[in-house]
C-alpha cells in the first residue's frame, strides 16, 4: 500500500543559521517524535502520522526511484526525518501491468521497465504528498538516488519538451512516448547482455583489465554492455537517441526541466567509466558504438558530461513545479545517485564497517579509500567524497529469493503469526542450529537462485547439499524441504557474502559492525544469520528508517547546500557534516550481539564445502 507518513512536523523557521530556533525545535522534536508514533490518522490510502498544531518544516528531499517503487524522505535542518511517503508500481500504477516493477522475457533473458510508469509514479507521489497538505516552498534542497545501471534513451525532442512543461497538466502525457527513443529501461536484473560482455573483455584484455579501468568485470546489467545490445536490436532507436540518462540523472533530468549530467559515483556502473583517470575510457567506448571516431564522438554526445562534485547545485528546481505545487523556485536540485552510492551516506561508515543493504537485491557495502579491484567484486567512485571509494558485492537473489521459500512454507504451514507472513519462516530458521548440522556432524548448504546470479555467474535453479569431512555430496532424503530452506537459505545468502568480502576487509575477513538496512532488515531471523555468520566484532545494527538510501540522499542534499566553505573551492566533507549531526542513538538501533565464539568459526571452516557448492551450481 502507498503511504505517507508524517512522523516529525515542526514550526516555520528559516533554514541556516538558527542556532536558537534550532534547539528550541530539538526539543519540541524530542517530544514530537514520541508523540508521532502514538497518533495515527489513516486517510483513505494515505496514512498520516502526525500531531496537532504544527506547520510542517523540510528542509532536504530524498527520493527513491527503486525497482518497485519510488520513495521520498523529507529531513529537516538537524538530519531527522519530517515524512516519508512511496508509490508502488504494481498496485498504484496498475495498468502498466508489471510485476515486482518490471517485465521479464525469460527466452532472451531480458527484465525491463517502462519508463512512462516512472513518471507516472513520480505524479502520484507528488500529489499525495500535495494532498497531505506538504507545503513544498519549504524545500531547499532536493537529492535522490535510483536503480543502478538502468538507461533511458532521450529522443531529440526531449529538452524542448522537458524545458516547456505545462503546469495544469501532470507530467508523464507531457513527456511520454514524444521525449523517449525507446519507451523501456533494462533493468538491473536483466542477463541478456553475455555476448556483448564477452566481446568487450575480450578487447580490452580480460576481466582483470576491464575491472582495473572502470572499478568491475563486465556484467550482464551494466549500461555499457545495454547500450550496445540496444545498437544491435534496435539500431533505429539507437540511431534516433539524442542523450541516454542513468536512471539517476533521468529523475534529476525531470526536477530540473532539462537533461541532467551524470553523477561521479553512479557512472561507474556502466563499464564505461576510467575510474583512475576520470574520463570515459576511449577503448571501450569506441567499441560499444561501433563503426570507428564517428560513431564514438556521437556515443559520448550521447552520454554527456560527467558531474565530479557531488554536492554541486546542478540547478534550481523547474518552473513547473513552482507553479504547479508551490516549490520555491530557490529549491536546488544536486546530482542524484546510485541507490547503492546513497545507501552509504546514510550511516557514518567506518573503516571495517559493513552495510548489509536487503532490498530486492542484496548488497554489501563498505568505504574505502584503496582503490583495489577484483572481478568479483564492485569498485565505485565515492558519491560526495574525491579519494574514497564504495565497494560492493550485489547479488539478484535477495529478498525475492527469500520470498519463494517463505510462501513454500507458508503453503505447508500458515503464519502462526496472522500479522506477520513471515513467522514460519522465522520460526523454521531459527529453530534448527547453525548449518542445520545433524546429530552424525553433516552440515546442509543450499544454493538459491530463482533468477540466474551475478556472484557467482550461475544459471536459475535450487541446490541443496549434505557436507562433512569426508567431502559434499546432494542431498536426499536428508532434506526437510521446505522447513530446512528457511535457515539455509539465509545462511547460504551471508556464507557468499562472507567469501568474497574479505579483501574489501580486515586480514581475517572479520567486519567491525554490520548496519543492516531496507526491507529484509525488519525481520529478526535474517539479523540473527547475519550476525553468526559474518560474525562483526561490536555487533548487528539495524537502520530504523527502511529506506536508507532516500534517507543518505536527503543528507546528501542538505550537505550540498549547507556545506561549509573551507577555502576557496575547497567545502566540509560529506563525512564531517554528518558525524557532527548524526543521532546514533535514535537512528539505529542493536539487533543482533554479532560475533559468537565457536559459530563464526565453524561457519568460517564450511566456506570451503560453500565454495565447491557454488561451484558445483556454476558448471552443472
Ligand atoms: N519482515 C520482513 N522480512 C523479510 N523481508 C521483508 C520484510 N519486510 C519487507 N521485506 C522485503 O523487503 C523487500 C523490499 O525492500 P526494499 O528495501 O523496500 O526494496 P527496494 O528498495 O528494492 O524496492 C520486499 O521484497 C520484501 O520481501
Ligand atoms: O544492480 C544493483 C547494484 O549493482 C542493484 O542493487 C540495483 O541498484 C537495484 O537495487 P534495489 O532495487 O534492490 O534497491
Not at 497538505?133 to 535522490?144: M, P, T, W
Not at 536503480?147 to 516547456?164: C, M, N, Y
Not at 546510485?338 to 554489501?364: E, K, M, Q, Y
Not at 547475519?530 to 562483526?536: D, F, R, S, Y
Request: glycine letters at 8%; one cysteine or more; proline letters at 6%.
Amino acid at each position: 500500500m502507498s503511504s505517507i507518513q508524517t512522523v516529525l512536523l515542526e514550526g516555520p523557521i528559516d533554514f541556516v543559521g538558527q542556532q536558537l530556533a534550532d534547539s528550541i525545535t530539538f526539543y519540541l522534536v524530542s517530544i514530537a517524535g514520541a508523540i508521532a508514533f502514538l497518533v495515527g490518522i489513516i486517510a483513505g490510502d494515505i496514512s498520516l502520522t502526525a500531531y496537532t498544531g504544527a506547520l510542517l518544516f523540510s528542509a532536504g528531499f530524498g527520493f527513491d526511484l527503486s525497482t518497485q517503487q519510488i520513495k521520498v524522505i523529507a529531513i529537516n535542518s538537524k538530519l531527522e526525518p519530517v515524512l516519508q511517503a512511496n508509490v508502488e508500481f504494481d498496485v498504484d500504477t496498475p495498468e502498466y501491468q508489471t510485476r515486482k516493477g518490471v517485465y521479464t522475457n525469460p527466452d532472451l533473458n531480458e527484465v525491463y521497465a517502462p519508463v512512462a510508469m516512472w513518471i507516472k509514479a513520480f505524479d502520484i507521489l507528488l500529489g499525495k504528498m500535495q494532498d497531505a497538505g506538504l507545503d513544498f516552498a519549504k524545500v531547499k534542497s532536493i537529492s535522490g538516488a535510483g536503480q543502478q545501471h538502468g538507461s533511458v534513451f532521450w529522443s531529440a525532442d526531449a529538452e524542448r519538451l522537458l524545458a516547456s512543461l505545462n503546469p495544469d497538466l501532470p507530467l508523464e502525457p507531457q513527456l511520454s512516448p514524444k521525449a523517449f527513443s525507446h519507451d523501456m529501461s533494462p533493468n538491473w536484473q536483466d542477463h541478456s547482455t553475455a555476448a556483448e560482455c564477452d566481446d568487450i573483455e575480450q578487447e580490452i584484455g580480460g576481466a582483470d583489465v576491464v575491472a582495473q579501468i572502470t572499478g568491475s568485470k563486465t556484467h550482464h546489467r551494466f549500461t555499457g554492455p545495454q547500450i550496445m545490445r540496444v545498437r544491435h536490436r534496435h539500431p533505429e532507436r539507437y540511431q534516433r537517441t539524442a542523450r541516454i540518462s542513468l536512471v539517476s540523472s533521468f529523475f534529476a533530468s525531470l526536477l530540473l526541466g532539462a537533461i541532467a549530467p551524470l553523477d561521479v559515483s553512479d557512472v561507474c556502473g556502466m563499464n564505461l567509466w576510467d575510474i583512475p583517470n576520470e574520463r570515459f575510457d576511449d577503448k571501450i567506448i569506441e567499441f560499444v558504438a561501433g563503426g570507428g571516431q564517428a560513431e564514438k564522438n556521437k556515443l559520448l554526445q550521447k552520454l554527456g558530461p560527467v558531474e565530479p562534485d557531488g554536492g554541486k547545485t546542478l540547478g534550481y528546481i523547474s518552473d513547473y513545479y513552482v507553479r504547479r505545487y508551490g516549490f520555491s523556485k530557490d529549491c536546488a536540485i544536486t546530482p542524484i545517485t546510485g541507490d547503492n552510492p546513497a545507501t552509504i551516506l546514510a550511516l557514518p561508515l567506518r573503516p571495517l564497517d559493513v552495510i548489509v543493504s536487503l532490498g530486492t537485491s542484496t548488497t554489501l557495502l563498505v568505504s574505502t579509500p584503496v582503490y583495489k579491484t577484483s572481478p568479483s567484486y564492485h569498485m565505485f567512485s565515492h558519491p560526495t567524497s574525491k579519494g574514497l571509494y564504495m565497494g560492493m558485492l550485489c547479488y539478484c537473489n535477495g529478498s525475492l529469493a527469500r520470498e519463494k521459500v517463505r510462501d513454500e512454507i507458508n503453503s505447508i504451514k500458515p503464519p502462526s503469526d496472522v500479522s506477520d507472513v513471515w513467522s514460519s519462516f522465522n520460526e523454521a530458521a531459527q529453530s534448527v542450529p547453525p548449518l542445520g548440522s545433524t546429530a552424525e556432524g553433516k552440515n546442509k548448504l543450499g544454493i538459491y537462485f530463482p533468477l540466474p546470479e551475478i556472484v557467482p555467474d550461475c544459471k536459475a535453479g535450487t541446490w541443496r547439499f549434505m557436507s562433512d569431512e569426508t567431502g559434499l555430496r546432494e542431498a536426499r532424503d536428508d532434506w526437510d524441504v521446505p522447513l530446512a530452506d528457511a535457515r539455509a537459505i539465509l545462511e547460504s545468502q551471508n556464507l557468499s557474502m562472507r567469501l568474497r568480502a574479505g579483501p574489501l576487509l580486515s586480514s581475517n575477513g572479520q567486519p567491525r559492525r554490520v548496519y543492516v538496512v531496507g526491507g529484509g532488515s525488519r525481520n529478526p531471523a535474517i539479523c540473527q544469520v547475519t550476525g553468526e555468520v559474518l560474525g562483526p566484532s561490536e555487533g548487528v545494527y539495524r537502520l530504523e528508517l527502511s529506506n536508507a538510501c532516500a534517507l543518505g540522499s536527503a543528507y546528501k542534499a542538505l550537505w550540498a547546500v549547507q556545506r561549509k566553505v573551507i577555502k576557496e573551492g575547497v567545502y566540509e566533507s560529506f563525512e564531517d557534516f554528518l558525524s557532527q549531526r548524526w543521532d546514533e542513538k535514535t537512528m539505529i538501533n542493536s539487533v543482533d550481539e554479532g560475533y559468537r565464539k565457536g559459530v563464526w568459526e565453524k561457519y568460517g571452516a564450511a566456506l570451503a564445502a560453500f565454495d565447491a557448492a557454488e561451484k558445483f551450481a556454476a558448471n552443472s
